[in-house]
């Protein structure tokens, strides 16, 4: 592989974890971005060159989110630079090791965040490119020097199929990505190729779209069919406990400070996965129970005057419902106040009726205008638009007077993240 290498948009959580391998394996990087951010920060503290400026050796790195016609691409072609999508770098990169991926619609994140700490506790230093920073490495994305490298197959843009590995988790399966995809019947064939690509699949058995793919593999889930079974989940203030089942053997009370039943399932899927290439039940425990997270999934961004605010990632329907549903479980009888904003215009049009239900579990709900994610706006689809169809919201015009006792979170993909700070600051 060659020893320089330049990043376009270097500051993305995709790319930027990729960024953290190369440096720690000693490699030249350097990359472009328009915002200069912690992840940004951190690159360079590491030794990464921030600039727009392509060196003629390199090789050039580009995500999805690129234009085809962005001057630093174009710059890079006339230069003779190799150039490769993220997904092909990320090949490119696991061709080393060897892969252990984690896919799915929802849940991907935390997923192999965990997996990775589970490796690392048990001392099996593997590689990781996760989608989120974990708070127990500070990173997300870091060199191993064992066989082992944990990664996200993203399926929104096809990247999965690029991909071989030893096995792969596959959480659920959702239709989204549509524009990539164009139906439901391409979406599903996508998800059987790819689990064809792995010797072991571990998939969830609740989920009705892979339990009619006939996998094989190894299942788990709440279904008395599933092979690792997930049993007696209770929530218990911010921490899960839960058992899992496996042939005679019953493992109880695991705790993990997670929040929510998906969260459990996650990590079933990890118990199983973990289990079946030796890691010992006394180091699952420890590491579930030191898992920190990962940041902005249910980050909690601080406390003041009896109000706490939290921060999530969730954008589709279905995550929004799972997580309000799951912290009002958690925090009892205090207010919970969503404040979310839409990512996309074209998932706010597409989703717009899932969306109507998605929030019953708040007891005060304000709806921003929509985070375009550069998409360009689809006449009579807005935030305020979303926030009519959605039963006792409040479009978000200015901050809302909170009370002490509320629970706050700010929800969403885009730049909402930097909301729950300013919420704080305006209440001190």
């Given at each position: 592989m060659n020893?320089?290498?330049?990043f376009l948009g270097?500051?993305g959580?995709g790319?930027?974890a ?15 971005d328009?915002?200069?951010t912690?992840?940004l ?15 003629p050796?390199?090789?050039v ?6 234009k ?17 999508h993220r997904?092909?770098?990320l090949e ?7 892969p252990?991926?984690?896919?799915g ?9 965990l997996?990775?700490?589970v ?5 099996l230093s ?7 920073i974990?708070?127990n ?7 191993g020097?064992s066989?082992w ?12 199929l690029n ?15 549509l524009d ?6 391409k979406l599903?064939?996508?998800?059987r190729?790819?689990?064809t690509?792995?010797?072991t699949?571990?998939?969830?058995r609740d ?14 889930g ?14 218990e ?7 899992i ?8 009370n ?5 929040v ?12 199983a996965l ?8 006394d180091?699952?425990r ?5 898992f920190?997270?990962?940041?902005r999934?249910?980050?909690?961004k ?7 605010v939290?921060?999530?990632?969730a ?5 929004v419902?799972a ?10 009888t205090?207010r919970?106040v ?13 989703c ?5 239900t ?7 709900v304000?709806?921003?205008d929509?985070?375009?994610a ?14 009519q169809q ?11 007077t ?5 629970v706050?979170?700010?929800i969403g ?8 700070p300013?919420i704080l600051?305006?209440?001190?």
């Amino acid at each position: 592989m060659n020893k320089k290498t330049h990043f376009l948009g270097i500051g993305g959580i995709g790319m930027s974890a990729l960024a953290h391998i190369l440096l720690e394996k000693g490699e030249k990087v350097s990359g472009s971005d328009q915002s200069q951010t912690a992840v940004l920060r951190a690159l360079e503290h590491k030794g990464a060159v921030i600039s727009d400026e392509i060196d003629p050796q390199s090789q050039v790195v580009f995500s999805s989110a690129i234009k085809k016609r962005h001057p630093l691409l174009e710059q890079a072609k006339k230069l003779g630079c190799p150039l490769y999508h993220r997904s092909q770098f990320l090949e490119k990169l696991m061709a080393e090791q060897t892969p252990l991926l984690i896919s799915g619609t929802h849940g991907k994140t935390s997923t192999s965040g965990l997996l990775t700490w589970v490796f690392l506790t048990a001392g099996l230093s593997p590689s990781y490119a996760v989608g989120g920073i974990l708070k127990n490495t500070e990173q997300n994305g870091g060199y191993g020097k064992s066989k082992w490298f944990i990664a996200e197959a993203d399926e929104s843009d096809g990247s999965f199929l690029n991909y071989r590995g030893e096995a792969a988790i596959l959480t659920n399966l959702e239709v989204e990505h549509l524009d990539f995809w164009e139906n439901e019947e391409k979406l599903i064939k996508g998800f059987r190729q790819f689990a064809t690509q792995v010797k072991t699949v571990i998939w969830c058995r609740d989920d009705p779209h892979l339990a009619s793919l006939d996998l094989g593999g190894i299942s788990y889930g709440l279904s008395n069919k599933a092979a690792w079974q997930l049993q007696s989940v209770r929530q218990e203030g911010m921490q899960l406990c839960f058992a899992i089942a496996h042939e005679e053997k019953r493992y109880e009370n695991i705790v993990l400070p997670q929040v929510g039943r998906h969260q459990a399932l996650n990590a079933c899927a990890v118990w199983a996965l973990a289990m079946t290439y030796g890691v010992s039940e006394d180091v699952l425990r420890k590491a579930f129970q030191t898992f920190k997270g990962v940041k902005r999934r249910l980050e909690k961004k601080g406390e003041t005057k009896g109000i706490v605010v939290y921060d999530d990632y969730a954008h589709h329907p279905t995550e929004v419902k799972a997580l309000l549903t799951s912290l009002k479980q958690a925090i009892g009888t205090r207010r919970l106040v969503a404040i979310f904003q839409p990512h996309r215009y074209t998932r706010t049009r597409d989703c717009m009726q899932e969306f109507t239900t998605a929030f019953e579990a708040a007891d005060e709900v304000h709806i921003t205008d929509i985070y375009s994610a550069g998409e360009t706006p689809i006449e009579g689809i807005t935030g305020e638009k979303l926030s009519q169809q959605i039963s006792g919201s409040i479009y978000w015009k200015t901050f809302p007077t909170f009370q002490e006792g509320d629970v706050v979170v700010t929800i969403g993909a885009g730049d909402i993240t930097y909301l729950g700070p300013k919420i704080l600051e305006s209440l001190t």
